[in-house]
């Protein structure tokens, strides 16, 4: 997941879908793995792409979702 986010960090725009979808698929992931800061700064960065594109509308919801299961004990 590391891996995939870094390449679609470096050929995708900032607002492209695929690259939301990667930081909450690792932000999820590692919120699972009980590392909940990394994985919670990840759906944190997820959220503020997708405020500025109300294109991401489901990846900002699945990202909100994940965040509140993060800061779940």
């Known amino acids: 997941l590391r ?5 679609r960090r470096a050929v995708l725009e900032p607002s492209h879908p695929d690259l939301e979808r990667s930081i909450v698929a ?3 992931f590692l919120c699972v793995r009980k590392r909940s800061e990394e994985g919670a ?3 944190g960065e997820a959220l503020n792409l997708a405020s500025a594109a109300p294109a991401l509308a489901a990846e900002a919801k699945a ?6 299961t993060c800061a779940s004990p």
């Open 3 to 7: 891996e995939a986010l870094t390449i």
């Open 41 to 43: 700064a990840l759906l």
């Open 63 to 68: 990202a909100k979702a994940a965040l509140a």
């Open 26 to 28: 690792l932000g999820t």
